[in-house]
């Protein structure tokens, strides 16, 4: 099957779905692709908490005092062009999905406003504290579902990007039910595939974020940057069994109640790691990168929660007073065996976000010609740290840029689609046997648990080398010709491409992560702790002749317009 469009959209989370409605706005015809359902898939739609914007509705604010926190949680590795486009572009943004009645808080007429970690004042917006991201998924459906320009298709997994005389012209994908080859002509192509925390056993994202734009964009040609900068969220449930709610879902009551982290001895610990990362009415909330370490290191002493963590105890709330912050909440914990009131739960880090990604300038456009990036999957606003609530921002911010520059590229006559360009994509599909190997879904259960044990929040030289090798033997194994195993509908090519995928991507992450020889934000070496002024600079990684190369790049500075 063959396909034409004026721009292709890689991925239909929060950042893909606005990167389509803004090329639709600029006149361009749109496919939005994605391998899972239409706006029901990634991580936006998954976000139960705040997004952050300086809205200034309840407390004095301007965007600039937003990018000054975004830069320091960023260790000194921002793009600061990206961060301030961010920064500057996010209250247009919230107010336009205001305008499509999203249903922001409110309070006495004001769109409401909670203070985060990292923040100098509040910040943050929210619908309320479980449903910001499935408010926000549901809000951009309903625009797509107002549009005539935009062909959505669902079950799509793309297998690579088309480049032709260095410019991108389209992609090759598989349609997972049927296991047929689809090849999509596209005079741009928008890459909001989201981040790579599948790569690790316990994590927060949906089962599609393995990291697929960042394959797809290496072997384009693009580059990589900050890949060995991965978020763990410290405190993702743990214990006692959770069904049916989302395991990170505990911060934004931790800050808005005062919840307090305790050891196995009952006792806070907060306070003994804090330095700069402290609130101004004296308590203590870590930012995402200090907790995860706090937390690792009282496991590490012994002073662990029986699962292994660290308690979050909400004992000390009366309980009408954690009704009414919870709401209905609180029947969905009992209904779990949980009672707040009378009980701590358990928590601990969890791969929740990845501040690395595709290289881009401040069009989102990357180093090839025509292929853009936005959301999770872009690399460099965030340097070594993601100030909270900037994820959702950044979807729906970097989403629309893409969008309207991969639509203006469009309308101005770009490379045409080019059939030699896709045939290494279909040949290799084409070329997926049947035959003795490997298997492949227990191969990702085992890479999974490689990336969580050796290249985790916490790294050392022996584990990083340990993880290279066995990453090396991994791709070996999997070989160069895909498997398969029926006609029509194939897990087993499916996972063999995934593999494919996360291997290269993993990679892309041990190699940068072994080169860094001090611990700066969320890459914490404990061979060598300390930020170390040399490293203040960006590792880029790229693929040449099917082997990946590391450089370094200065951070770069000045701010660009929104």
């Given amino acids: 099957m063959h ?46 908490m705040t997004v952050a914007v300086a809205l200034g509705e309840q407390t004095p604010d ?64 929210y619908v309320d504290f479980l449903s910001t991201g499935p408010a926000v998924s549901r809000t951009l459906r309903t625009q797509l579902n107002g549009v005539s320009g935009i062909r959505r298709i669902g079950d799509l997994a793309i297998v690579d990007i088309a480049v032709r005389d260095g410019e991108a012209c389209g992609a090759v994908a598989l349609h997972v039910p049927t296991g047929r080859i689809v090849t999509i002509a596209a005079r741009s192509v928008v890459i909001a595939t989201g981040g790579l925390t599948r790569l690790y056993r316990r994590n927060s994202a949906s089962s599609n974020m393995g990291g697929d734009g960042y394959a797809l964009a290496l072997r384009a040609g693009a580059e990589l940057i900050d890949m060995e900068f991965v978020q763990f969220f410290p405190i993702g449930h743990l214990a006692p069994r959770l069904v049916g709610m989302d395991p990170i879902m505990w911060d934004p009551f931790r800050y808005k109640l005062g919840g307090k982290l305790l050891n196995s001895e009952m006792q806070e610990f907060e306070e003994g790691y804090a330095s700069a990362d402290t609130r101004s009415d004296g308590n203590y909330v870590l930012t995402r990168d200090l907790a995860t370490y706090a937390i690792s290191k009282e496991v590490e002493a012994g002073r662990g929660s029986p699962a292994g963590g660290a308690y979050l105890s909400f004992q000390h709330i009366p309980e009408a007073d954690i009704r009414r912050a919870f709401g209905p909440v609180v029947d969905r914990l009992a209904a779990n065996g949980i009672d707040l009131a009378r009980q701590p739960v358990e928590v601990a880090p969890i791969a929740h976000y990845h501040m690395g990604g595709i290289r881009v300038d401040d069009a989102l456009q990357t180093k090839i010609a025509g292929l853009y990036a936005c959301g999770e999957a872009v690399g460099g606003a965030n340097g070594a740290n993601r100030l909270s609530g900037n994820a959702i921002t950044e979807a729906l911010v970097f989403g ?15 490379v045409a689609w080019s059939a030699e360009a896709a045939r290494p994509a279909v040949d290799l599909v084409n070329s997926a046997t049947r035959r003795d190997a490997p298997n492949t879904a227990a191969m990702i259960v085992e890479l999974q648990a490689l990336m969580a044990e050796k290249a985790g929040p916490f790294r050392t030289d022996e584990n990083l080398r340990i993880a290279a090798d066995a990453l090396a033997r991994l791709t070996r194994d999997i070989g160069e010709t895909p498997l398969s195993s029926a006609d029509g509908f194939d897990p087993v090519l499916v996972d063999w491409l995934d593999l494919r995928n996360m291997l290269l991507v993993a990679q892309s992450v041990v190699l940068p992560a ?26 880029l990684v790229s693929l040449s002749d099917g082997r990946l190369e590391l450089s370094r790049s200065a951070p770069v500075t000045g701010r660009g317009a929104a």
């Avoid at 929060?14 to 898939?41: H, K, N, P, Q, T």
């Avoid at 062009?81 to 499509?100: F, H, K, S, T, V």
């Fill in 3 to 48: 396909l034409e469009t004026d721009v292709l959209v890689i991925g239909a989370g929060g950042a893909g779905m606005y990167a389509a409605l803004e090329a639709d706005r600029a006149g361009a015809s749109v496919i939005l692709a994605d391998r899972s359902l239409i706006g029901r898939g990634g991580a936006t739609v998954m976000a139960q």
């Fill in 62 to 125: 301007h965007w600039e005092y937003h990018l000054a926190d975004t830069l320091t949680a960023g260790r000194g590795l921002c793009d600061e062009r990206l961060a301030a486009i961010l920064c500057e572009d996010g209250p247009r943004r919230i107010r336009e999905m205001d305008d499509w009645k999203v249903g922001w808080a409110r309070e006495d007429g004001h769109i409401k406003q909670a203070q985060a970690p990292g923040h100098d004042r509040p910040r943050c917006v």
């Fill in 400 to 414: 629309a840029r893409a969008g309207r520059h991969a639509a203006l590229r469009a309308s101005n006559g770009a």
């Fill in 514 to 539: 072994l080169a860094r020889t001090e611990s700066r934000g969320a890459h914490q070496r404990e061979d060598y702790p300390g930020l170390d002024d040399s490293w203040a600079v960006n590792q």
